[in-house]
């Protein structure tokens, strides 16, 4: 194989990149793939779970981009943990979100060969999971150039299908209303039926939708001026997912209010049909599988550039995972790996192995935040601005560990077992705690 530890990610991507990058990994559309659920789950304040998502997410999403700023390089919040804080608390905080990593591009696969497999019976749903995951990751091993182009290409069809069924949605309901525009108007698809507290448990699972955020900063190293372009990329994805996702609940809400439906998984398809007829809910169906598509190009990107830095601080094997391909110049190995981990899809379901996601998610969101706080502690003779480097982190802190503790027991579970896993781990990588934890060579200094 033509690959070698010396060869260097390449610089090939810029602002409009980054931010369809994190849409992409978003998958905007998958707003109307789970509405069923989010719906029931905040007792039917959908809208209402994906504004106070979006808040916390957005709080997060300005400490990720100061921290992008002060330390330009891949690895996420493995990377900004243990920089800030501690080396020990970032290899935790990395080892929780690569358990998110490694099982969302399967989980992503796995809705994609589910939707399929629904419209194609005849056809074995592992035939389709196979193809999704040889496509991706053929197109991540030749390079993200290449793969920025399909994404562009992808995300304009995904984006316009979520804005024509948004409109066809709108023009039922002035159709079939006796109050005309007035039934446009409504606060229930934001308060519901539930309470505060419905509306917690619907945002902790609607925030699995704003990863996308996150997964731009491991790209750091192949954007174009990546101390000005990170940061303002990853706002804008929390910002544009966000207003996305609100718009969608609350038109989808309008239309199918209530907290409990039949069933709950394809209600989304059913209304395309209802609103757009038989044509547009073929057209809809296809959106989503292209939505599942674009989320596990980028969502394999991700995962390989955290499995990249944490090889090449020597967490892991550094021959292995810190490799960069000669000719590419991509994680091949991490690329291959994570291919690998994802024909496991072939024998899980949707639900056991969504379980996994969130509780690495809103962990290592938390400690981004402490992270911004850390920093600012350390380097008060900056004359940093106190509310950007601590009110706002603080909140943000507090918003993501109320999500996590909304999570399901399952989630918390799995979630705890894999931290133990990586404790132990840890314990052994640095002999009991008496050696330190490997550092990256070449790290970039804060700016």
Known sequence: MDSGTGAQLQKTLGLRSAVLFGLAYMTPIIVLGIFGVIAERSRGASAGAYLLATVAMLFTALSYGI?????????????????????????????????????????????GGAYLQGQFPAVPPWVWILAFIVLTTTLNVVGLKVADRANFVLMSFQLLIVALFVALTLAHLLRHSDTGA????????????GGFSAIAAGAAVAAYSFLGFDAVSTLTEEIHDAARTVPRAIVLVGLIGGGIFVVVAYTVSLVAPGATFTDADSLAEDIAYTVGGAVFGS?????????????????????????????RDGVLPKRS????SAR???????????????????????????????????????????????????????SLPAWR?????????????????????????????????GVVYLAWLTRGFTRPTPEMTGMTEPH
Request: no cysteine; proline share 3%.
């Open 67 to 111: 921290m992008a700023r002060h330390y330009p390089v891949a690895g996420s919040a493995y990377t900004y943990v243990r920089k800030a804080l501690d080396p020990r608390l970032g290899f935790l905080v990395g080892w929780a979100i690569l358990l998110d990593y490694l099982f969302l591009p399967l989980v992503i696969w796995l809705i």
């Open 389 to 421: 480097y601590v009110l706002l982190p603080m909140i943000g802190a507090v918003v993501n560990i109320y999500l996590l503790i909304h999570l399901d027991a399952d989630a918390l579970i799995a979630g705890v077992s894999w931290a133990s896993v």
């Open 321 to 324: 995972f810190g490799m960069v």
């Open 182 to 193: 007035a039934s446009l108007v409504s606060l229930r698809p934001f308060i519901g039926e």
């Open 328 to 382: 590419f110049r991509t994680p091949m190995f991490n690329i291959g790996l994570t291919g690998v981990i994802g024909l496991a899809a072939m024998f899980l379901t949707v639900a056991s192995s969504t379980s996994f996601v969130n509780f690495g998610a809103f962990s290592g969101f938390t400690m981004v935040n402490l992270a911004v706080v850390a920093y600012f502690l350390r380097h008060r003779g900056r």
């Open 283 to 311: 057209v809809f169906l296809a959106a989503l599988v292209v939505g599942q598509f674009t989320s596990g190009l980028a969502a394999q990107a991700a995962v390989s550039r955290l499995l990249y830095a944490m090889g």
